[in-house]
């Protein structure tokens, strides 16, 4: 299974980012797929995830309102839409497959940068 996140880059205050997480090697549509961010010198920490079945979502209260995530199981591929940037969302941010059933069955990809700053 590969996992490969892309979207991210230097963006102003204010702005806004779209991040792409794009999986192969196994059934994408049964799994939770969620997003997670790691500062430098903080851990890493839960920012939104998608179930598999009628997609609900969750959001981080520092992300409400601010971020979207969606999913399109057709191209194989979770979204999250990253408006009203502000610094403190700087981080790597790293997108996990979980299995619906077998906890301990995840996939994480190799992050994506994303960095606020004027």
């Known amino acids: 299974v590969q996992v490969v996140e892309s979207g991210g880059g230097l963006v102003q205050p204010g702005g806004s980012l779209r991040l792409s997480c794009a999986a192969s090697?196994?059934?994408?549509?049964?799994?939770?797929i969620s997003w997670y961010r790691q500062a430098p010198g903080k851990e890493r920490e839960l920012v939104a995830d998608?179930?598999?079945?009628?997609?609900?979502?969750n959001y981080a209260d520092s992300v409400k309102g601010r971020f979207t995530i969606a999913r399109d199981n057709a191209k194989n591929t979770v979204y999250l839409q990253m408006n009203s940037l502000k610094p403190e969302d700087t981080a790597v941010y790293y997108c996990?497959?979980?299995?619906?059933?077998?906890?301990?069955?995840?996939?994480w990809g190799q992050g994506t940068q994303v960095t606020v700053s004027s």
């Open positions: 996990k497959l979980n299995h619906p059933v077998i906890r301990t069955l995840y996939y």
């Open positions: 998608i179930t598999n079945v009628g997609g609900a979502t």
């Open positions: 090697g196994c059934a994408f549509s049964p799994y939770v």
